[in-house]
């Protein structure tokens, strides 16, 4: 592909003769650089690996960390001492290869690439330096309460972009068979759970680099890089906005938005509420069905929102989904019900692996899962689940 000339970078630029190359085609790609070029920081990768937890560690709150991998337990999707951080690290092990930090900006890639696979991740993580200069990503990609859909949309999209440009600069790896891997610098990792892995965990992690190719060459197709710029300064409000623009541009579904959920009664702290999205869905999905089912049935998520509520030791969970089609919404129910071992009908309601209760409830075009951990089965039963659950 022919590139255009590039404005040089600001004067004060890091030396490196690859990361100035580097920058000048990514620029010509993307437009002019706004400030100066990321320090490029070789590191080993125990070392690498341990930046990026410490990262993460700083951007996404503990009690959300908690809260979520709970919510993964009561779905029977990991062990009940299940932890995202040691998980990641797991995860990552062997396959981080590069990734960007803005404060202050450097790209910190594992100092055994070399050649095509240390110019594609230098690429891959300039194109997200990039993105932070023209369109604040990292700020805009901080967590905030109610923001994990849309926060994950807006990650989609800058995975997306980095992909398209690497791929564009002739540096991407050659196709992986379906499934096989997700991003072509920073981080990659095989689709196929490992015994210490979880395969939502892994599904998550591939997610935005999957969308993200799919989204953005839909967008370079019809507006070339100004079509992908144009969504960074008008972002999707979800991962269904994202995924699905066409649909909504023609009609489809609104999205709704539902209320924090009741408290299970007086005394009980609301300590974790968040809109988890089509994409986290999708991923929760495909434990029980195939991919493709699992894609078909996501794109009918109209709205969602987990709660969690805590009070003397005793956890109430409750994530409630709304679908565009009520049909569907008992199809997964039934799916549900089998993949937790709970029994037939609308409400089900029984003992979760590990301990306490958990339910599923199906109401027209209204699924809802919820869950009460106690030590004591006098304190987490189905009739006080079902109680909850008609009150609200």
Not at 303 to 316: I, K, L, P, W, Y
């Amino acid at each position: 592909m022919a590139l255009a000339e590039a404005s040089p970078p600001p004067s004060d630029a890091a030396s490196d003769p690859l990361l100035d190359s580097l920058s000048r085609q990514v620029s010509a790609l993307r437009g002019p650089w706004l400030g100066p070029l990321p320090e490029l920081v070789l590191l080993p990768e125990p070392e690498l690996r341990a930046r990026a937890l410490e990262e993460l560690r700083g951007q996404l709150p503990a009690a959300v960390q908690r809260a979520q991998a709970h919510l993964l337990w009561r779905l029977g999707l990991v062990p009940a001492d299940f932890d995202w951080l040691p998980a990641l690290e797991r995860a990552l092990r062997g396959r981080l290869e590069a990734f960007y930090v803005s404060a202050p900006p450097r790209l910190l890639v594992e100092r055994a690439l070399s050649g095509r696979a240390r110019r594609r991740a230098i690429a891959h993580e300039l194109v997200h330096a990039l993105q932070d200069q023209r369109h604040a990503l990292s700020r805009r990609l901080a967590y905030v309460p109610d923001g994990w859909d849309a926060g994950g949309a807006l990650h989609t999209l800058a995975e997306g972009d980095a992909l398209a440009v690497v791929a564009a600069l002739g540096l991407a790896d050659p196709p992986q068979s379906s499934g096989d891997a997700f991003g072509s610098a920073g981080e990659s990792t095989e689709s196929a759970p490992s015994a210490d892995t979880p395969g939502v965990l892994t599904r998550s992690l591939a997610a935005p680099y999957l969308d993200g190719a799919v989204v953005v060459d839909r967008l370079t197709s019809s507006g070339g890089f100004a079509a992908v710029d144009a969504r960074f300064r008008d972002p999707p409000a979800s991962s269904h906005e994202l995924l699905h623009p066409d649909g909504l541009a023609q009609g489809g579904a609104a999205q709704a938005r539902l209320p924090r959920g009741t408290a299970p009664g007086p005394g009980w702290q609301l300590t974790y509420t968040d809109v988890l999205g089509e994409q986290a869905w999708r991923s929760v999905l495909e434990e029980w069905v195939s991919p493709g089912e699992a894609q078909e049935f996501a794109a009918d998520w109209l709205a969602d929102r987990v709660s969690m509520f805590e009070q003397a030791g005793v956890t109430a969970l409750r994530w409630e989904l709304r679908s565009s089609a009520a049909a569907r919404a008992g199809v997964l129910g039934a799916r549900l019900r089998a993949g937790l071992g709970l029994p037939a009908g609308d409400w089900a309601c029984g003992a979760h692996r590990d301990t306490g209760v958990v339910a599923v409830l199906v109401r027209g075009a209204r699924l809802v899962i919820a869950s009460l951990d106690a030590s004591g089965a006098e304190r987490a039963s189905c009739r006080d689940l079902e109680r909850w659950l008609a009150a609200d």
